[in-house]
């Protein structure tokens, strides 16, 4: 059974860079593509980004400009930066799992809410 | 990017009972629709891909229809689990996105 795990701050300043590690166990990031999503307080889920280990990464257009997503293979684990952060960036921020892509999301994490206060 | 329209916002049911949730598209998606329940402090857990395949593990009155625009999820005798929050997501144009929720609550 694949698991998710994301870690990382819990707050974040605002201008600051937000920076999450998604681990993952019963599985490889060698395969499969790998996603973070987030969901504001009271709001829809939003796709941020997803990578595929060989490096090919996909950005939502509306964050592209603020957001880096990478894989780190040999500790099985990808990460996501988020710069330049403003208190609409607070959210419950999730890790995935997608089976191709673009595709739906089969495996999630348990999500780690973020808050953006100074 | 495609926006998704979920209908009601809200449905009261009692146990038992039958629910039928809507999801429409802003543009045709084909199949290329899945659905997802949370339960409050709980990740999204997928329902239903390619609009009507039960994913792993997910009871069989759970069960998805449509395409298009136009789908539909339907929980044909709800338990008391079945409370929660479900979601559409379009992943036939990039970027995927999800529609706004519809929460299932206890009549």
């Known amino acids: 059974q694949v698991q998710l795990q994301e870690s990382g701050p819990g707050l974040v300043k605002p201008s600051e860079t937000l920076s999450l590690t998604c681990t993952v166990s019963g599985g490889s990031v060698r395969s499969h593509y790998w996603s973070w999503i987030r969901q504001p307080p009271g709001k829809r889920l939003e796709w941020i980004a997803y990578?595929?280990?060989?490096?090919?990464?996909y950005y939502n257009p509306s964050l592209k400009s603020r957001v880096t997503i990478s894989v780190d293979p040999s500790k099985n684990q990808f990460s996501l930066n988020l710069t330049s952060v403003t208190a609409a960036d607070t959210a419950v921020y999730y890790c995935?799992?997608?089976?191709?892509?673009?595709?739906?999301?089969?495996?999630w994490g348990q999500g780690t809410l973020v808050t953006v206060s100074s | 990017e495609i926006v998704m329209t979920q209908s009601p916002a809200t449905l009261s049911v009692s146990p038992g009972e039958r629910a039928t949730l809507s999801c429409r598209a802003s543009q045709s998606l084909g199949s290329d629709l899945a659905w997802y329940q949370q339960k409050p402090g709980q990740a999204p857990r997928l329902l239903i891909y390619g609009a009507s395949t039960r994913a792993t593990d997910i009871p069989a009155r759970f069960s998805g229809s449509g395409f298009g625009t136009e789908f539909t999820l339907t929980i044909s005798s709800l338990e008391s689990e079945d409370f929660a929050v479900y979601y559409c997501q379009q992943y036939n144009n990039w970027p995927e996105t999800f529609g706004q929720g519809t929460k299932v609550e206890i009549k």
């Open positions: 995935a799992r997608l089976p191709a892509a673009p595709y739906y999301f089969d495996y």
């Open positions: 990578i595929y280990y060989s490096g090919s990464t």
